[in-house]
T-cell receptor, first 114, second 114 residues
Framework: AQSVAQPEDQVNVAEGNPLTVKCTYSVSGNPYLFWYVQYPNRGLQFLLKYITGDNLVKGSYGFEAEFNKSQTSFHLKKPSALVSDSALYFCAVRDTNSGYALNFGKGTSLLVTP | DARVTQTPRHKVTEMGQEVTMRCQPILGHNTVFWYRQTMMQGLELLAYFRNRAPLDDSGMPKDRFSAEMPDATLATLKIQPSEPRDSAVYFC????????????FGPGTRLTVT
């Protein structure tokens, strides 16, 4: 089965510092990978995706993610964190069994302190 | 700015009552998903439709949950009878028929069953 794992329940970072939210994947074949963000009392918002091509993917709000095939990872990064980046972040992988669904990780809560 | 809409945004009901949640996918999107989010289980896929046809509802408790798409602009999720363990946030998401597989989420319906 296609799955992702987010090993950290929470990540704390000071404003202005770089942030990394980790995601590893387990798939057969080429992975289609996604990052979403959820602010309190809101739905999930699409941030970025990796389908093919450049291993460094740029997305919304200054976020980027690095696809690493040898480490089966797709970590989300931002060079300088903002307090407003505090939210719940989900990694997801396309379910190739169905072709349509995404399998989501359990989420990582990011807290950026002033 | 095209968005997925969901109604109601909040619903409080008593155990045993019927609950109906509605979703309007983004115009032109032909694949619609229903998710449930709880603190304990995280984000769970309940069911999804493509071109209004149900493709997978294996995530749904069959005895009390039902999902339908009466037309291309409306998806419904019904719980009858509701139970306290159904308390959760229910999200609808949609995606277009072609493209990169990312899904666009609605704001959710927060259901509380007492």
């Amino acid at each position: 089965a296609q799955s992702v794992a987010q090993p950290e329940d929470q990540v704390n970072v000071a404003e202005g510092n770089p942030l990394t939210v980790k995601c590893t994947y387990s798939v057969s074949g080429n992975p289609y990978l996604f990052w979403y963000v959820q602010y309190p009392n809101r739905g999930l918002q699409f941030l970025l995706k990796y389908i093919t091509g450049d291993n460094l993917v740029k997305g919304s709000y200054g976020f980027e993610a690095e696809f690493n095939k040898s480490q089966t990872s797709f970590h989300l990064k931002k060079p300088s964190a903002l307090v407003s980046d505090s939210a719940l972040y989900f990694c997801a992988v396309r379910d190739t069994n169905s072709g349509y669904a995404l399998n989501f990780g359990k989420g990582t809560s990011l807290l950026v302190t002033p | 700015d095209a968005r997925v809409t969901q109604t109601p945004r909040h619903k409080v009901t008593e155990m045993g009552q019927e609950v109906t949640m509605r979703c309007q996918p983004i115009l032109g999107h032909n694949t619609v998903f229903w998710y449930r989010q709880t603190m304990m289980q995280g984000l769970e896929l309940l069911a999804y439709f493509r071109n209004r046809a149900p493709l997978d509802d294996s995530g749904m408790p069959k005895d009390r949950f039902s999902a339908e798409m009466p037309d291309a602009t409306l998806a419904t999720l019904k719980i009858q009878p509701s139970e306290p363990r159904d308390s959760a946030v229910y999200f609808c998401a949609s995606r277009p028929g072609t493209g990169g597989y990312e899904q666009y989420f609605g704001p959710g319906t927060r259901l509380t069953v007492t």
